[in-house]
């Protein structure tokens, strides 16, 4: 593992990632976003050593580095995830890659299932909480004493200081930012019914397939951790529905706007 981050680490160097000190990993409809920052390099993933390939439409699979609000960003276009087939080191070998090349603070968008009926689609959900429901661990390999400490404390896995961040920038703004707790499930498939009515009990207040491996992660290199949830479609066990994948990516573009002024203020504001 050390390896092939520091393979990486290099590559990504030599390209001109000089010293980063904010981390993006954008979820599915939220590409867009890098449209924001002044782009200094962008590197395919398929050119970094021993880096994953993004698979999921929608996620274009480039790494990006550049300024925002006078901050050096680096920005994953498009995530990996468990039901692409990868494992959970690969899953989140993007994270320690940009912890080693300097980040300190770590942003994640993702779209997500409403199970809190009092959410609704189009929402801005700020993650509070999580519920690992992957069957797996990113930290649960040999080794893994040598990236940082093997149990790590999870009492507090997103940053208290950007919640307060964030709730001030979407007052201010008039935005009705959401909090609540996020279950992470393998997929590809949807839940059942049943399932959602599990995922209620649990205490679930969103569902996805993304996230929770990145933050476990993000709390062993002890980085500052934020995740945004954008609710793309609503989850009612008495009135199923199929989801509608075009339809979901219309709902995560047309909240575009209010997560990118939130992003950009909570990024000055550091």
């Known amino acids: 593992m050390i390896k092939y981050i520091n393979e990486a680490v290099n590559y990504l160097t030599e390209k001109g990632f000089d010293t980063p000190e904010v981390g993006i990993i954008l979820g599915s409809g939220l590409g867009d ?18 880096f994953p390939t993004t698979t999921v439409q929608f996620h274009e699979g480039k790494l990006i580095y550049g300024i925002l609000e006078g ?27 940009m912890y080693k090349l300097g980040i300190k603070t770590l942003l ?86 049943a399932e959602y009515k599990m995922l209620k009990i649990l205490g679930a207040d969103v569902v996805g397939m993304s996230t929770v491996p990145e933050v476990i992660v993000a709390n062993h290199l002890k980085l500052n951790v934020a995740a945004l949830s954008i609710i793309t479609d609503e989850c009612d066990p008495n009135k199923p529905e199929a989801a509608s994948f075009s339809e979901i990516m219309s709902i995560a573009n047309s909240a575009v706007p209010k997560m990118t002024l939130l992003f950009r203020e909570v990024i000055k504001s550091l």
Request: hydrophobic content about 40%; overall charge positive.
């Open 108 to 193: 994640i968008s993702n779209a997500s299932g409403a199970i809190n009926p009092d959410l609704k689609k189009g929402n801005i959900l700020f993650v509070n909480d999580h519920i690992n429901l992957q069957g797996q661990s990113p930290l649960a390999f040999k080794g893994v004493e040598k990236l940082g400490i093997r149990f790590v404390d999870m009492r507090t896995p997103y940053s208290k200081k950007l919640q307060t961040q964030f709730n001030i920038i979407a007052k201010n703004n008039n935005i009705n930012l959401k909090q609540g707790v996020y279950a992470s499930v393998l997929g590809p498939q949807m839940e059942t019914p």
């Open 71 to 97: 901050k050096k960003i680096i920005i994953m276009q498009g995530r990996f995830h468990l039901y692409e087939g990868y494992t959970m080191q690969d899953v989140t070998f993007p994270v320690r890659i």
């Open 33 to 50: 976003f890098a449209n924001q920052i002044d782009v200094i390099k962008t590197v395919s993933y398929n050119h970094i050593p021993n």
